[in-house]
């Protein structure tokens, strides 16, 4: 009867399964007995030296005393995976030319072994079926980030930059399939698997909201968009490229146009719209606006202020709110024909129809008193500036 190899998980977490028995590590952060199983299921083609292993895992102040702890880990491994039940713990990790290594006697699949086996393939195949087959594969086995509980080693950190690399790479090469095959519903959920494990990836971040859109589903999108835009503001401090912001155009535009009615066109812009308070839109929306308003106030007779206000791009990282509040209290303190926007992390740009300039003041005045009285930093400047016609 064929030996039944034992797996071994790296990506996403450290498991051994053997058979039906599942034996993982209970550490939040791997011990060094878990460590040592790790580098040497990593480098399992190789004899790991001992002072390769002392380098890695033994403090520099006991060097000395390096090979004796090295010994104390590897026992301690054996009985960890004895006490576990693995059929093959004495002989999993074999002393070895003044080393160690692991023993690959014993039948053994390795996931980002196979991970490594199938991006390889796939970039070795023209055939697009073929090819999709082989990445669809390679991404169900990343789980997550190889080793996470190990991720401040040394030795893990460029690995793990390369897996997720490697499993970006190969995702963004499969959901190019399937869009181009319309298979538009699972491109959609690579796209949301992919963006759990790297957020800020643009591209990913591109054809996440071109998947929804091509599937009709032009409200999911423009959440997406919203919601990525808003990460952007708050932990990087950038705003979105104009690859992405071009895609806003394209959400706001209807899935159909050409034999609908005017009925049919009013429901499907004002399906799902938010009728309190101001309204947010993007810059380029908001640009737009300004620039019809400017053509319109002259003939209309009424008056219209941009108003900026500020804070220091340093004081968001460190109060973690403020440009948030301020934010709401936008939205709520302003009426529903107003409008206002976020041109950069620490700025908000409002426009204030109908209304003074004293009217203009007492209300920024007011929005920053209410600002205050929740004990944030205080906003550095206001400006206000009269719309002036385009001439």
Not at 127 to 142: F, I, N, S, T, V
Not at 252 to 270: F, K, N, V
Not at 300 to 327: C, D, F, H, W
Request: with cysteine; charged share 25%; hydrophobic share 40%.
């Amino acid at each position: 009867m064929d030996e039944v190899p034992i797996k071994v998980e790296l990506l996403g977490g450290f498991a051994i399964i053997d058979g039906n028995k599942r034996i993982i590590e209970q550490e939040k952060r791997s011990s060094k007995t878990w460590k040592l199983l790790q580098y040497l299921v990593t480098h399992r083609h190789k004899t790991v030296t001992q002072e390769e292993l002392a380098d890695t895992f033994c403090d520099e102040d006991n060097m000395d005393s390096a090979g004796s702890a090295l010994r104390t880990i590897v026992y301690r491994a054996r009985t960890a995976l004895a006490k576990a039940g693995l059929s093959c713990a004495d002989n999993l990790i074999l002393t070895k030319g003044g080393g160690y290594a692991w023993n690959n006697d014993i039948a053994c699949h390795v996931d980002v072994e196979e991970f490594e086996a199938l991006c390889k393939a796939a970039g070795s195949t023209k055939e697009d079926e073929y090819r999709l087959e082989l990445l669809l594969k390679a991404g169900a086995l990343y789980r997550g980030d190889f080793l996470p509980n190990a991720v401040g080693e040394l030795w893990v950190m460029p690995l793990s930059r390369w897996y997720r690399s490697t499993y970006i790479s190969c995702t963004l090469e499969a959901i190019e399939i399937l869009t181009r095959f319309g298979r538009h519903d699972e491109a959609e959920q690579l796209c949301s698997k992919a963006l759990n494990i790297d957020p800020f990836d643009e591209k990913l971040i591109s054809y996440s909201i071109r998947t929804l859109l091509a599937q009709g589903k032009n409200m999911d999108a423009l959440t997406e968009y919203k919601r990525a835009e808003a990460m952007f503001f708050d932990v990087l401090g950038v705003n979105f490229s104009d690859d992405l912001r071009e895609l806003y155009v394209q959400i706001q535009r209807p899935a159909t146009i050409e034999g609908e009615t005017l009925d049919g066109l009013l429901s499907q812009w004002l399906a799902g719209a938010d009728v309190s308070g101001a309204y947010y839109c993007d810059l380029s929306e908001f640009k737009t606006i300004v620039q019809i308003e400017s053509r319109s106030v002259p003939r209309s007779g009424r008056t219209a202020y941009i108003v900026m206000i500020e804070t220091k791009p340093e004081k968001e990282a460190k109060n973690g709110g403020v440009m948030k509040q301020l934010g709401t209290l936008i939205t709520n303190s302003l009426r529903m024909g107003d409008l206002f926007t976020r041109p950069s992390p620490s700025q908000y740009i409002v426009m204030l129809h109908s209304l003074t300039y004293e009217d203009c003041k007492m209300l920024v005045n007011r929005i920053l008193h209410e600002l205050d009285s929740k004990h944030l930093p205080k906003i550095i400047g206001t400006t206000i500036r009269p719309l002036m016609p385009i001439i």
